[in-house]
């Protein structure tokens, strides 16, 4: 790309790192299929030498998403969970974690049940009180690590405000953007530190492909990952670069469709007599709606609504049809969960509770289908 101007971010999303093949003038990156490289000599080679260290699709991926994010460097691993986990193991024996209330249950269990067997430990506090975040923080908090919105009550925390709070303790601000995507928001430019995706959801976008990735923003970060990416082998192979490469071209055009769906699922099953709450930043009510207009672009097609219990939520699960009960989000198809007993599943019934994930809470990853039919199959099950 040669510009005097700055490419926008549909433009780089196609582009960066992803210049035609020099050796064929293909479009699209190759999938290169390889274990190794060959060495023209001893200590010279033509910078890869083995697909675990370096593969030219996973480069291509990793500079893309760097460039969207607006990080120095992106790593991308066989997972979010991988991803997550090289991260946490920049951390030693003795440091401790800050960790947002409202998590993604992997995240709790990795923390939890991963990290304190060997000494990482972590304190929990609601993003939405700043004050609460502040008094979590010890003399060894190294890492604030937050969600917004969260999973699956769709909470938000002020990313600036979050930033400032780990910056005066003298830690680094992750921020899992999976949910949101950097189409729709940039925690870098709101003072994150690292970003971290579940490239499996919205940057794939058609559930064939399960990744994860870290963005950082200082070469210390960016050699502390590259070295776990290098030595624990979790990387993600060329196939599934490729997907994502192929996924993210089109990013700005499903999240804007994405985002279009969610806000008239929302609106709906807002004012439906048979729906209790309806967890929705994009809804004016929602206690939040305001920072979400200020830190985001769009409100994205994550939503949670309320049935009552869990009879209620069974009978809507077993009686839907065109929305798909799966476990994952941000495919083009409507996906519908129980985060109760899917995402959550592996917390004690009180622990679920106390987070706000009701045996009858439904999650929506509203797809790119018309509307009208999502809406149709979701009145259908309801009011039957």
């Not at 274990?35 to 500079?63: D, I």
């Not at 998590?103 to 269990?109: C, E, F, M």
């Not at 923390?111 to 929990?124: A, P, Q």
Request: charged letters at 20%; one cysteine or more; proline letters at 5%.
């Amino acid at each position: 790309m040669t510009s005097s101007r700055n490419p926008g971010f549909s433009t780089l999303a196609i582009h960066a790192g992803q210049e035609p093949d020099p050796a064929t003038g293909a479009v699209n990156v190759p999938i290169y299929a390889s274990s190794t490289f060959v060495q023209e000599e001893l200590g010279k080679n033509k910078g890869y030498e083995y697909s675990r260290v370096s593969n030219p699709t996973r480069t291509a991926l990793e500079t893309c998403l760097a460039s969207l994010e607006g990080g120095v460097a992106a790593h991308v691993f066989g997972s979010g969970t991988a991803a997550l986990q090289a991260m946490l193991m920049t951390l030693k024996s003795g440091d401790h974690v800050v960790c947002g209330q409202q998590i993604y249950g992997g995240t709790s269990r990795l923390l939890d049940r991963v990290m304190s067997r060997f000494g990482v430990e972590t304190t929990y506090a609601d993003t939405r009180d700043l004050q609460a975040v502040d008094r979590a923080f010890r003399a060894s908090t190294r890492l604030l690590i937050v969600e917004t919105p969260t999973n699956p009550l769709m909470e938000l925390c002020d990313l600036r405000q979050m930033a400032e709070i780990a910056h005066a303790h003298g830690a680094d601000l992750a921020v899992d953007n999976t949910f949101m995507s950097p189409y729709f928001q940039r925690p870098i430019e709101l003072g994150a530190d690292l970003v971290l995706h579940s490239t499996t959801k919205f940057l794939n976008g058609h559930s064939d492909g399960v990744g994860g990735a870290v963005i950082t923003t200082r070469p210390d970060q960016a050699e502390a990952i590259r070295f776990l990416q290098k030595s624990t082998g979790a990387v993600l192979s060329p196939f599934e670069c490729y997907l994502i490469l192929r996924g993210v071209k089109t990013l700005p055009v499903r999240m804007r469709q994405h985002d279009a769906n969610g806000r008239v699922i929302a609106e709906w099953l807002a004012g439906h007599p048979r729906v209790g709450n309806v967890y929705y930043p994009g809804l004016p009510d929602h206690p939040q709606h305001e920072l979400a207009r200020r830190q985001a672009t769009g409100f994205g097609s994550m939503l949670s609504f309320e049935t009552g219990s869990l009879e209620a939520a069974r009978r809507l699960l077993a009686r839907v049809r065109l929305c798909s009960l799966g476990e994952s989000l941000g495919g083009v198809e409507t996906l519908i969960s129980h985060p109760a007993s899917m995402s959550h599943g592996w917390l004690p019934p009180e622990a679920r509770l106390a987070a706000g994930v009701t045996d009858g809470l439904i999650r929506l990853s509203v797809g790119l289908e018309e509307v009208e039919d999502i809406q149709a199959d979701l009145e259908s099950a309801i009011s039957s």
